[in-house]
């Protein structure tokens, strides 16, 4: 057995970090990445749009639910990341056995988590909804739309565990196509559900379900045709202590950033509360677009991390300084491109989104104000993914809590008591600026530090010969 399951792991079938162009490279590892998750970002998009001629309160009901989906969503994050750098790792030193054993245990642990997480959250639900904010009108349209989506949360978290297995084994193509199936599918099923059966936002919550079944089936396929290295198999999966904490040390940071990141919708939402249900729709799509741009850049940055983590473990400080300049102009093009449309289309944009001018008028400001400063977005990203390239986690978190933590929640308490609803705009441009900047002072020491070790090396060389 193992020797069949090693034999699948031959050098040809993985793209060589060792590719002599490092930009080809990164747009080879990237852009598969960028694609799928730019598709999932849009599936988030096209819910909005159909959702959004329900309403107010239907787009209320939806945005009350994006910290349940973010917190979910950051469980799979965390369990996904360990496993893909356990598989990864283990593919890289030849043993694919023990590979395929640390991805069947990572799946094997996602469902009773899932399972656990879903009936903690229905139990509780209509009080974990009152505690996000939502209100006596927008309650019953929330409870429709989480109890379903909530409903299918562990096909959810396979899903991205599979997903990020199969991006480990260097299959990104087929977690781009997976990805872009569920989209379409989803796409086609929403006006359907929606409106031909009149099922409002669970008719959204329903599409969701059933397009993540699509890809779970798909994913299952994959494995049992045996379309890649790694093999899932019951037999595989034990929950011993080492592998599991390896797993579990490189996830948990991710885990504890989506986190935050649930948070901060949390207290977006309670703060747009007391303003009424129209403040908290438009908050909700600002802070949808906000994620469907920064997906983009994740993807970019997932895609490209092997390859400044492979320079760095072979101390080629070069290869590591073109890789990280290529990915800093890619990302903060793309995040200052997309800050600009934002707040330039920013009416168009949102009556995409909206039928209603009460929401529109508000939602209009609120998006502006929260991509003003979207532009260093991409600059935060690129400085913490060479951090973590690095091994120097320490400052990774710093960088990484900044934005939706230590700078946020301050804001988001503080200046809305100040100055009301500017002031839960302000706080968001503001906590974006300084993370920005912060990261800018981060991402100039690190090429520093790059730039005195090519010297170190240089000088080096020259004493030797």
Known sequence: MKGKVERMASPAEHISLLDGKVSRLIIRLAIPSIIGLSFNALQQFVNAIFVGTLGA?????????????????????????GTASFVSRNLGAGNSLEASRGASSALALAVPI?????????????????VLGASPTIMPAALDYAWLLLFGYTLMLLNMVNGFIVRAEGNTRFSMWTMITSFTLNALLDPILIFSLDLGVRGAALA??????????????????????????PSFATWRGDRVKQMAAIGAPATFT?????????LLNRAAAPFGDNSIAAVGIAARLITIGALP?????IGSQAVLGFSWGAQDFARVQRAAKFMLSVAVGFSASFSAVVVVFARPIVQLLSDSETVTEIAVPACIMFHLFFGLFGVQYVAITMLQSFGRARLSAVVSFARQGYLFVPAILL???IWGFNGLLISQAVAELLAGLLAVLVIFRQFGDLKGMLLSRRASREAES
């Open 415 to 417: 200046l809305p008591v």
């Open 114 to 130: 899932g399972v656990g997480l879903t009936v903690a959250l229905l139990l509780n639900l209509r009080d974990v909804l009152a």
């Open 208 to 233: 969701t379900l059933l397009s993540q079944i699509s890809a779970t089936s798909l994913y299952v396929l994959y494995f049992v045709k045996q379309r890649g290295i790694v093999r899932v198999r």
């Open 57 to 81: 309160q239907a787009i209320a009901a939806v945005s009350i639910t994006l910290p349940i989906v973010v917190l979910l969503t950051a469980v799979g994050q965390g369990i996904g990341v």
């Open 297 to 301: 850049i994740m993807g970019l940055c």
């Open 258 to 266: 989506g986190i935050l990141s649930a948070a901060s919708f949390v």
